[in-house]
């Protein structure tokens, strides 16, 4: 039995280089085509949201959701809430057997100012709306934003 000649990349270099090189453009692009799709999910549930008239049962349901999706989890969901002492309190199940959590998602009715405890607070409806959709991950310039946001528009 002969040896067959075992046939080598001529450049092994520019191929390292080019794996390099694409690799990491590759997973960029399925990155922002994955945050483009959330970004659209969290647009459509915050899309009829009207905070001038109150927060219907219908729109702190889509608040709920936005919250749930961008700063708890992707397994469970809130559930339908109530409206106590002018606030909507969303029970949230999490986790794939849907277990209860501790705390609800709280949504001012007058103001949309959403909050749950050990989570991010928002203020405003419209410093959520801009956390959730852009996702300006550094505190401090948010908290900036939102008292911006809250100056300007007067949703306090």
């Not at 039995?1 to 080598?8: A, N, S």
């Not at 080019?18 to 970004?39: G, H, Q």
């Not at 001012?108 to 405003?124: C, D, E, L, M, W």
């Not at 409806?125 to 528009?153: C, H, M, N, Q």
Request: charged content about 20%.
């Amino acid at each position: 039995m002969t040896d067959l000649p075992v046939q080598r990349l001529k450049t092994p270099t520019k191929f390292f280089a080019a794996t390099l090189l694409a690799v990491p453009c590759l997973l960029f692009a399925l990155a922002t085509v994955d945050a483009s799709t959330s970004r659209h999910h969290l647009e459509e549930l915050l899309a009829d949201v009207n905070v001038s008239d109150g927060i219907s049962e219908r729109e702190a349901d889509g608040i709920a959701w936005a919250y749930f999706l961008g700063y708890v989890g992707a397994c469970g969901g809130p559930d339908h809430g109530k409206l106590v002492d002018g606030e909507w309190v969303m029970p949230v199940s999490f986790g794939y057997a849907g277990r209860p959590m501790d705390s609800p998602i709280r949504i001012n009715a007058k103001t949309g100012a959403v909050s749950q405890a050990g989570g991010p607070s928002f203020r405003s409806y419209g410093s959520f709306r801009f956390s959730a959709l852009w996702g300006i991950p550094v505190r401090s310039l948010t908290y900036r934003l939102e008292e911006y946001y809250a100056d300007k528009w007067g949703e306090r």
